[in-house]
């Protein structure tokens, strides 16, 4: 059984920036970061390779360090909006394109806290 373990998450001032760590103890082939805010939807925000939801686009870096087995979601200019819930996900096989459905991954870690202040 595979573990993901996020990390970085904090509060961080509007305009701000942070790195998400997600540091995995076992093989994983796609990774991808979810958020989800309270009384929102998950929601899809990046993925290896390097897909990016519209709202975060040019602002939010996905990476993999494969000797570390973590991947990092490097969040620059922050705003509120971004406030939630950040979960790292991770699937058991290879898959031909990146999922931006929860369905589409088999494991997931806890959760690390975001939260943007105006």
């Known amino acids: 059984q595979v573990q993901l373990v996020e990390s970085g998450g904090g509060l961080v001032q509007a305009g701000g920036s942070l790195r998400l760590s997600c540091a995995a103890s076992?093989?994983?082939?796609?990774v991808g970061w979810f958020r989800q805010a309270p009384g929102k939807e998950r929601e899809f925000v990046a993925g290896?390779?390097?897909n990016y939801a519209d709202s975060v686009k040019g602002r939010f870096t996905i990476s993999r360090d494969n000797a570390k087995n973590t991947v990092y979601l490097q969040m620059n200019s922050l705003s509120p909006e971004d406030t939630a819930t950040y979960y790292c996900?991770?699937?058991?096989?290879?898959?031909?394109?990146?999922?931006?459905?929860?369905?589409?991954?088999?494991?997931w870690g806890q959760g690390t806290q975001v939260t943007v202040s105006s």
């Open positions: 996900a991770a699937t058991r096989y290879r898959t031909n394109s990146v999922p931006i459905t929860r369905w589409g991954y088999d494991y």
């Open positions: 076992g093989s994983t082939f796609t």
């Open positions: 290896i390779t390097w």
